[in-house]
Nanobody, 122 residues
Framework: QAHLEESGGGSVQAGDSLTLSCVVS????????MGWFRQASGTEREFVST????????KYADSVKGRFTTYRDNDKNTVYLQMNNLQPEDAAVYYC???????????????WGQGTKVTVSS
């Protein structure tokens, strides 16, 4: 079972950027697909992005396409979510998750981090 730890959240103004990191230990990171999900207060957790183990396949939710970029460094066991032009509707707790299969469905993911909070003020 892998241990995932997110970092990089914080409070920003609309239009600002943040980069989240997720470090994975205790598993075979280079074989995992990695997903980012988010949950705003009072809402269901939703898909943000997913990246395959080789970075060959990447998918984004329509709401973040063109503003967010996910990438990974298999040598550092780390996946990143670069978020540009943040908007108040992006405010949420962001979670990374690992899975052996590339998927945008949270039910497919086995291990999850504790989340990192992003607050965006207008």
């Amino acid at each position: 079972q892998a241990h995932l730890e997110e970092s990089g959240g914080g409070s920003v103004q609309a239009g600002d950027s943040l980069t989240l990191s997720c470090v994975v230990s205790g598993g075979m990171f280079s074989r995992y697909a990695m997903g980012w999900f988010r949950q705003a207060s009072g809402t269901e957790r939703e898909f943000v992005s997913t990246i395959s183990w080789s970075s060959a396949s990447i998918k984004y939710a329509d709401s973040v396409k063109g503003r967010f970029t996910t990438y990974r460094d298999n040598d550092k066991n780390t996946v990143y979510l670069q978020m540009n032009n943040l908007q108040p509707e992006d405010a949420a707790v962001y979670y990374c998750a690992s899975n052996l299969h590339w998927s945008d469905s949270e039910e497919e993911y086995d291990d999850w981090g504790q989340g990192t909070k992003v607050t965006v003020s207008s």
